[in-house]
């Protein structure tokens, strides 16, 4: 009999669709032996089938979902079902994770998904899977995107070239599970994924800094010039003081990047060990690279302990200002395994422990000001930046991919007022 495999991606917001497909699940996929008969479930999309005849389910957990994935794993085990969990939260809090699980696997699948397999097999799953060293990236198995419906999905087609990140900001968990080492996939493995791809449709690469290495970012772009593909990717603002490095990016077809630039504030930067970023070079870093075609989706965070009330006005006319075609606004989150975590804890300022209120809201009695101006501001920023003037404003009609920054615009103009309304009723 053939067995069966089930991936599990628990939902993580309250909408009918989801940016992107969970690639992490693909690649999984890939990494299991095709005697299995495997399905992805994604809870973004549709209700997970509790109910499903399978052998083995693998669940992946963020901590603002973990107390759903628990759930989920849970009620498989209720009736037998063997269940392994990984992911950033199980990989940080592992005890937590195995009382809801037979395995728990820490840190990236590839070196490891083949073993648990095989003790799975022979009926000897261990409690604890965790290697040593950090996964080669070379030859890594194409992603099962065919287990994925690409209709459910704003942008279906991911892709990522590199694994960890050179900074060690304190409220970000990327190094905890990828490492400070920055990893490449050659390039030519990446290329050979992109052309399994439609290159007519637009491409979003899930690196958290696709320009850390700037020799490895130059020689991929000019590998994807001949591809004539549209991409969005993200990086660091540093990209803007190197010339070639812009050109290259905007020459193979970039056409908006994600950047953290967190605050306004030079202070705010400096205890979260921001380094990178210079509040004075903003402008100059923006214009750099709007210059070149390039749109830019801004990160900006509330809730650094010298913030003042007039943070979220200064933040929404630098914003609008500077004419970011995008940009997010959200409250400093202290995630288990950060150093902003273990600082917030010591100091007796965490609200709570139950992770399901990671998910929205501020979970830190905050130093700056009341908890619930914080929470105020930050929607007040969001509606400012998203209403129609204002997207009028930034991105206008008469300009490359025009349509396309309207559509992101409208996407998050229309979830955060979902989210508004939703907390309204609750």
């Not at 195995?98 to 990236?108: L, M």
Request: hydrophobic share 35%.
């Amino acid at each position: 009999m053939q067995p069966v495999s089930q991936i599990v991606h628990h939902k993580l917001h309250e909408q009918n669709r989801s940016l992107a497909p969970p690639l992490s699940l693909a690649q999984i996929a890939a990494l299991t032996p095709p005697e299995f008969e495997v399905s992805i479930s994604d809870e973004n999309i549709s209700a997970v089938d509790l109910t499903k005849d399978v052998d083995l389910v693998g669940i992946t957990t963020l901590t603002q979902t973990a107390n759903r994935a628990y759930e989920i794993a849970d009620s498989y085990r209720a009736r037998g079902v063997k269940v392994v969990i990984g992911g950033i939260h199980a990989s940080v809090l592992p005890e937590e994770a195995s009382q809801h699980a037979d395995s728990v696997v820490i840190g990236e699948a590839e070196g490891i998904w083949a073993t648990v397999i095989e003790d799975f097999k022979s009926n000897n799953l261990k409690q604890i899977y965790k290697q040593d060293n950090r996964p080669d990236l070379a030859n890594l198995p194409i992603p099962r995107r065919d287990l994925f419906d690409k209709s459910s999905y704003l942008v279906p087609q991911t892709l990522i070239t590199t694994r960890g990140c050179p900074y060690n900001c304190s409220f970000c968990s990327v190094t905890t599970f990828m490492g400070h080492s920055y990893r490449c996939r050659p390039v030519q493995d990446v290329i050979e994924e992109i052309e399994t791809l439609d290159t007519n449709k637009p491409i979003l690469f899930l690196d958290d800094n696709i320009t850390g290495n700037p020799k490895f970012a130059k020689e991929l772009f000019r590998a994807l010039i001949p591809y004539k593909i549209n991409w969005v990717g993200q990086c660091s603002v540093t990209i803007a003081k190197d010339d070639e490095l812009m050109k290259l990016a905007a020459d193979s077809g970039c056409m908006l990047l994600a950047i953290g630039f967190e605050s306004v504030s030079p202070t705010n930067l400096t205890t979260v060990g921001k380094k990178a970023n210079w509040v004075d070079k903003y402008e100059a870093d923006i214009k750099k690279i709007h210059s070149y075609g390039i749109g830019i989706h801004g990160f900006f965070i509330f809730g650094f302990d010298e913030e003042k009330e007039d943070v979220f006005d200064r933040t929404l006319r630098f914003a609008q200002n500077m004419k970011l075609e995008s940009a997010q606004f959200s409250l400093l989150r202290p995630y288990p395994g950060t150093a902003l975590y273990e600082s917030l804890d010591k100091d007796g300022r965490l609200l709570t422990k139950d992770w399901a209120e990671y998910k929205e809201g501020l979970v830190f009695e905050p130093k700056s000001m009341p908890k619930d101006k914080l929470e105020k501001g930050q929607i007040w920023t969001f509606n400012k930046f998203y209403s129609l003037f204002s997207i009028f404003r930034r991105v206008g009609f008469f300009r490359r991919h025009a349509i396309k920054l309207w559509g992101i615009n409208l996407y998050y103009r229309s979830h955060w007022r979902k989210k508004v309304r939703d907390n309204k009723n609750q």
